[in-house]
């Protein structure tokens, strides 16, 4: 039987309001003189469910009853809802509900709803911004400021991770009179558009044609648009049309004049130029003070600074500067996550993964990966399988790596994406130089040096060193190890310079090796690159045992580098670790099982989450999954560790 008109009235109002504030909807009754009563035959049709809270049985049930009412109904439902909101104490909602309330155009609705959106953004509210703006731009009456607002709404869009909104919005604004600034403007977010959805060889292009045009109308936005053609540079490598980087510096130069002061992005910009027009020794001083400054910015109140994190943890890890990465890296995280930017995020959780990897933190690497794969599945963008490869590769698993390997090198090589080639040619290193297969690790190695991929040269230098040494061509070893020594020595830096220490021992015959040794450890003992200072008491013990056959002082560090590479999960490294043991006449300690080990990254990752106290739906958002989803892991999770309540979890010792 159908339900009462004034019950289908109240029932609309409810679906019209998705916060499902009881007090809100029991004021708008009121407001239409319906009683509260009129609601109970839609509860004992088990459509709603009215106590603290409004609660449809199910989403769907809430979005067939607005979509069954007719335009006229839905704008009363909105003008009800909006005349009960206080417009002092919750100015967004009101003026959504009053946007919703008017028929068609109306520039002073369309005006509150913009400066909703502007409050929207200050707060970190990117999607919602995003959605304010749009309705604002559809609402407005006069085409010009149509276009303006249609041109913010894009870039919102694209800030909260839809490029198809983006570009469907470029389209509206694009059709109305724009001046030659915003005109600009349209063709930077085309091409930054182009950048997120491809990362390939076509956007450097497109970001320095916009770079151009903007250098007359506003020099700063120009400089920007210069940085981020270098970045889309570097993504594409080996692999861009004509010189690539070097291009770009070229271009680079001819950007407008930083303001005074110049902002750290100004200083990156002219620090990246240095690099590939100068060479990296005379680049360092010039881009570690503009690491140091972004370091210090820690309020990450500029937007310019936040979008250049990513690129200056690349330029960080190029200078071994590992304190500056993990920090610049974990901020870009928590940023992203505070603005809800899921065009960045991705990258974000990418790089703070490949950081993490490096300091020992597989675990916490693989949490990581799964939250950024579940946006990227969310978001429609590519998937980023760079630091999923690191981490595969660290952990020796080579059916994984080669895996992973063949398909980002066949999707890299078609979107034109030469920087992932690079940086899967790395990990193929890491992975043969801890199985031991030493002419595959130098295969792997060499062409991210011989290209001088920014960071990728840099962490691809020692595994070379490692690889020639161990293949018998020591003439490559030592030639790479001396460009290490030079770059370390302009870094400064404690990995920096344990890396070349590292290196120096390898490529050294004879008992002066051993003081290369122990300065490589004293070093990497100092940063916190721990897979590092395990790999050099690993070629420690190593030298020890089989060139100066002192088998009780071997024992003692690859007993260290098989605890330390063990417990880290770095598991081909940590064989060769015991292998080498076993042959220094000590049998490895075996690590104790844990329940906790048959989680999935994902699982732990839940796990931890519903530890702090998190309820599925708050796991959910933070994952893009569904509560169901999330309670379908959770049974999953007690199967496995053979518990049966939430509690119990959070009464675990979860690695």
């Keep these: 039987a159908s339900l009462p008109a004034e019950t289908q009235l109240l029932l609309l109002v409810a679906a019209a309001d998705p916060t499902g504030d009881v007090a809100l909807l029991w004021r708008a009754a009121a407001h239409l003189g319906i009683a509260r009563e009129t609601v109970a035959p839609a509860e004992s049709a088990g459509l709603v469910e009215i106590d603290t809270r409004v609660r449809f049985r199910h989403p769907l049930v809430r979005s067939a009853v607005y979509a069954a009412a007719t335009p006229p109904d839905q704008r009363r439902a909105h003008r009800v809802l909006a005349a009960v909101t206080d417009a002092v104490i919750d100015p967004d909602r009101h003026a959504w509900h009053r946007a919703q309330a008017v028929p068609g155009t109306d520039e002073e609705a369309a005006a509150e709803l913009a400066h909703t959106a502007t409050r929207a953004r200050a707060r970190g509210g990117l999607a919602a911004a995003a959605a304010f703006m749009e309705q604002a731009a559809m609402m407005t009456p006069e085409p010009g400021r149509r276009a303006t607002r249609a041109l913010e709404a894009a870039y919102a869009k694209h800030d909260?991770?839809?490029?198809?909104?983006?570009?469907?919005?470029?389209?509206?604004?694009?059709?109305?009179?724009?001046?030659?600034?915003?005109?600009?403007?349209?063709?930077?977010?085309?091409?930054?558009?182009?950048?997120?959805?491809?990362?390939?060889?076509?956007?450097?292009?497109?970001?320095?044609?916009?770079?151009?045009?903007?250098?007359?109308?506003?020099?700063?936005?120009?400089?920007?648009?210069?940085?981020?053609?270098?970045?889309?540079?570097?993504?594409?490598?080996?692999?861009?049309?004509?010189?690539?980087?070097?291009?770009?510096?070229?271009?680079?130069?001819?950007?407008?004049?930083?303001?005074?002061?110049?902002?750290?992005?100004?200083?990156?910009?002219?620090?990246?130029?240095?690099?590939?027009?100068?060479?990296?020794?005379?680049?360092?001083?010039?881009?570690?003070?503009?690491?140091?400054?972004?370091?210090?910015?820690?309020?990450?109140?500029?937007?310019?600074?936040?979008?250049?994190?990513?690129?200056?943890?690349?330029?960080?890890?190029?200078?071994?500067?590992?304190?500056?990465?993990?920090?610049?890296?974990?901020?870009?995280?928590?940023?992203?996550?505070?603005?809800?930017?899921?065009?960045?995020?991705?990258?974000?959780?990418?790089?703070?993964?490949?950081?993490?990897?490096?300091?020992?933190?597989?675990?916490?690497?693989?949490?990581?990966?799964?939250?950024?794969?579940?946006i990227t599945r969310a978001t429609g963008a590519p998937p980023l399988p760079n630091a999923r490869l690191v981490l595969a590769a660290w952990r020796g698993r080579q059916p994984e790596t080669s895996e992973l390997y063949a398909t980002m090198v066949e999707d890299a090589t078609r979107r034109g994406e030469g920087a992932t080639v690079g940086l899967a040619q790395v990990s193929l290193a890491y992975l043969h130089n801890g199985l031991g297969n030493y002419e595959a690790a130098l295969a792997a190695a060499t062409p991210p040096c011989e290209h001088d991929e920014l960071a990728h040269s840099s962490v691809a230098l020692p595994e070379l060193v490692e690889a020639a040494v161990?293949?018998?061509?020591?003439?490559?070893?030592?030639?790479?190890?001396?460009?290490?020594?030079?770059?370390?020595?302009?870094?400064?830096?404690?990995?920096?310079?344990?890396?070349?220490?590292?290196?120096?021992?390898?490529?050294?015959?004879?008992?002066?090796?051993?003081?290369?040794?122990?300065?490589?450890?004293?070093?990497?003992?100092?940063?916190?690159?721990?897979?590092?200072?395990a790999r050099a008491h690993l070629v420690y013990g190593e030298w020890l045992r089989r060139r100066e056959g002192r088998r009780q002082d071997a024992r003692e560090q690859l007993r260290t580098a098989h605890e330390l590479l063990t417990d880290m999960g770095a598991a081909a490294f940590a064989e060769r670790a015991a292998g080498e043991l076993r042959a220094a006449g000590e049998n490895p300690r075996k690590r104790n099982a844990q329940p906790t080990d048959t989680l999935t990254a994902q699982e732990l990752h839940i796990a931890r989450l519903v530890a702090t106290g998190a309820t599925n739906r708050e796991v959910g958002t933070q994952l893009f999954l569904s509560p169901r989803t999330i309670e379908a892991h959770l049974r999953s999770i007690f199967h496995k560790l053979g518990i049966t309540s939430r509690r119990q979890i959070r009464d675990l010792q979860l690695p």
């Design 160 to 374: 909260a991770g839809a490029p198809e909104a983006a570009t469907a919005l470029l389209a509206a604004a694009e059709a109305g009179p724009l001046d030659a600034l915003q005109r600009a403007r349209l063709q930077l977010l085309r091409a930054q558009i182009a950048f997120h959805l491809t990362r390939g060889r076509e956007t450097p292009g497109m970001l320095l044609d916009a770079a151009r045009t903007l250098a007359p109308l506003d020099g700063a936005l120009s400089r920007e648009t210069y940085l981020q053609a270098l970045e889309a540079s570097f993504h594409a490598g080996r692999l861009a049309p004509g010189h690539g980087l070097l291009e770009a510096a070229e271009a680079a130069r001819n950007a407008p004049p930083p303001p005074r002061p110049p902002r750290p992005t100004d200083l990156l910009l002219d620090g990246l130029v240095t690099r590939f027009t100068q060479g990296y020794e005379a680049s360092v001083p010039q881009l570690q003070r503009v690491l140091a400054s972004l370091r210090d910015d820690d309020d990450g109140t500029d937007d310019s600074n936040r979008r250049s994190l990513w690129l200056a943890c690349h330029v960080g890890a190029m200078l071994w500067d590992d304190e500056t990465i993990y920090v610049l890296a974990d901020r870009a995280v928590r940023l992203a996550r505070e603005a809800g930017a899921l065009t960045t995020l991705p990258a974000a959780l990418n790089a703070l993964a490949s950081v993490l990897v490096l300091t020992g933190e597989l675990t916490s690497a693989a949490e990581l990966l799964a939250e950024e794969g579940a």
């Design 470 to 533: 161990r293949a018998g061509q020591p003439e490559r070893a030592a030639a790479a190890a001396d460009q290490l020594a030079s770059r370390a020595s302009a870094s400064g830096t404690q990995w920096a310079l344990g890396m070349a220490a590292r290196s120096r021992a390898l490529t050294t015959t004879g008992p002066g090796a051993e003081d290369h040794y122990r300065e490589a450890i004293k070093r990497l003992g100092s940063c916190r690159m721990a897979t590092h200072l």
